[in-house]
């Protein structure tokens, strides 16, 4: 992860007193002049953010899962605060998980992967993974209980925590 990203999250951190995990992104974003708008989107639409004349909403599709919706909420934070020179994002399917869709996760997109990485930090900050997984004296990714509890700390999917687990440690 670069260091552009970690310095974005954790300025975001201080500046709105961000650190209680799992991260409460209602109360970031109202911090943050957000507005979170909820809404029955295209199956492929996940969410998007805007920004304009000191507007600023995040979308989010309603009828994806509750953790599938968190990381777009933080994925779109990571266009609104690293991406602040443009006017409109607009991401079509937002998916970390899985890889799947054309635009954000081919990592072929700097912009897309850098808001993917921020979302990933902000959500599950590597220092306290890496915490976690000392104090657990390390962890079996085919243990879902293991792996649950771990997701559920941070508020994630297990595939997201399985990713960023796989990223941190090289696995």
């Known amino acids: 992860m670069s260091s552009k990203v970690i310095a ?8 709105f007193d ?4 799992p991260i409460n992104l209602d109360s970031l974003a109202e911090k943050a002049g957000i507005q979170i708008k909820y809404g029955d989107f295209e199956a492929e639409m996940s969410g998007f953010a805007y920004q304009k004349a000191g507007t600023k909403f995040i979308g989010v599709n309603i009828a994806e899962s509750d953790v599938r919706q968190r990381f777009t909420i933080a994925h779109e934070f990571g266009h609104i605060f690293m991406h602040r020179h443009d006017s409109l994002s607009y991401d079509p399917n937002v998916e970390l998980v899985h890889f799947r869709n054309g635009h954000s996760t081919t990592g072929t997109d700097p912009k897309e992967r850098e808001a993917n990485a921020f979302a990933a930090e902000l959500l599950m900050p590597e220092q306290i993974v890496r915490k976690e997984i000392k104090d657990m004296q390390g962890i079996d990714l085919h243990d879902s209980v293991a792996v649950g509890r771990l997701a559920d700390k941070f508020g994630v999917s297990q595939a997201a925590i399985t990713v960023r687990l796989a ?5």
């Open 8 to 15: 974005a999250v954790d300025s975001m951190r201080k500046r």
């Open 18 to 21: 961000a650190y209680e995990l």
């Open 167 to 171: 990223s941190l440690y090289g696995i």
